[in-house]
């Protein structure tokens, strides 16, 4: 029984140290298997991140030339514009073309009534011909001695008078209809028929738009660059959704006087307005052209890093960013002109440039080729 006991005893002292041996087995695993997942430290990361290549987009850097310009608000104004005013007076018996209708160079616009004319012009006519045989006849008494030089002076005289008043008749008949003075529109009438006009009373306003004249005010500043011949374009204003589509224009005149208040030089430039797209009044843009830069280094501006007063790039070599200091020029339509530093026909980091360290290593994922003739608007320094 006793002996029965221990062996029991044994058996369980037995399989406890089999389960502890065991445990112990796979709690040694485990601390091993434990071991070999720890973490890296701080300093291993930060090794194991500078060897990862950082994605980059470059572009070639191609030599270009842009022009620097600046913009100035202009009005337009018609090529000519003509108040014609009534120059004898009378009833209006007849308008002929509407408001808003092209008239040619001596087309009638209204008539006055002019059975009073005719009738006068009928008696001078008459009276000429009159003193016209009379002086005939005096000339030939004065050859054949019948009548003194006198006498036939007095003939001559009268003859005169009368020619003159058939004259006035005769003008006073072309002006009772008012004709158009130039190629233009009937832009308004001042009358009505039927209505009476005095002699000087404004009847119509004639324009001419088929081309058309932008009244500039130049600062000071930009005058030099201001010269009467130079291509400009203008521009629609924004308000009237032209866009950015604009037509060439000519510089004709530049003021040599400033204007007082204003300090500015009144510049006026000719455009093409045969679409009639344009009218007088309207407010424009005028670009004007203040240099052109030859074979410059220019690049986007967001490509360039400013740090602690220093301004640099990065490009790429042999997969590696390298820093370049550079010195900037004028800033034109969100690009600047580099001078220094850079090459042509190196690649120029232009994103992803503020993760990247010099010699760091990088990955080109797009690479690209700068846009041509590109210029400005509103150059800044």
Do not use: C
Not at 27 to 46: F, H
């Amino acid at each position: 029984m006793i002996k029965g006991k221990r062996k029991s005893i044994l058996i369980a002292v037995l399989v406890l140290v089999v389960v502890l041996v065991v445990a112990g087995i796979v709690l040694r695993n485990g601390s091993e298997n434990q071991v070999a997942t720890e973490p890296q430290t701080l300093e291993e990361q930060a090794v194991e991140e500078e060897k990862k290549a950082v994605n980059v987009a470059v572009q070639i850097l191609e030599p270009q030339d842009v022009e620097e310009t600046f913009t100035l608000p202009g009005t337009l104004e018609a090529w000519e514009e003509i108040t014609l005013s009534l120059e004898q007076p009378g009833p209006i018996v007849w308008i002929g073309p509407r408001e808003g209708e092209r008239l040619r160079a001596g087309a009638e616009i209204l008539r006055i009534d002019k059975e009073a004319l005719l009738a006068q012009h009928a008696r001078n006519e008459s009276d000429y011909n009159i003193r016209k045989k009379q002086m005939e006849r005096a000339d030939s008494l004065l050859k054949e001695q019948l009548i003194s030089e006198r006498e036939r002076d007095e003939v001559y005289q009268a003859f005169q008078s009368a020619n003159t008043s058939l004259t006035e008749t005769r003008i006073a008949l072309e002006k009772s209809t008012l004709v158009s003075p130039i190629n233009g529109i009937l832009d308004r009438l001042h009358v009505d028929r039927g209505e009476y006009g005095n002699a000087g009373t404004p009847a119509a306003v004639i324009v001419r738009i088929d081309k058309l004249k932008v009244l500039v005010d130049v600062p000071e500043k930009d005058v030099p660059f201001t010269k009467t011949g130079q291509s400009v374009v203008v521009l629609p204003a924004d308000v009237n959704g032209g866009g950015e589509i604009g037509r060439p224009g000519r510089i004709i005149h530049v003021s040599y006087l400033a204007n007082e208040t204003t300090r500015t030089y009144r510049s006026k430039v000719q455009i093409d307005n045969r679409d009639g797209f344009l009218r007088p009044g309207m407010i424009v843009r005028v670009r004007f052209v203040r240099r052109v830069i030859k074979n410059a280094m220019v690049v986007p501006l967001y490509a360039v890093i400013d740090r602690d007063g220093q301004k640099y790039v990065f490009v790429v070599e042999h997969d590696s960013a390298v820093r370049r200091q550079v010195r900037l020029g004028p800033i034109i339509n969100g690009k600047v002109v580099v001078y220094g530093g850079i090459q042509e026909g190196e690649h120029l980091v232009i994103k992803g440039q503020q993760l990247v360290a010099d010699g760091g290593p990088v990955k080109v994922v797009e690479d690209s080729k700068p846009a041509k003739g590109e210029g400005s608007e509103n150059a800044t320094y």
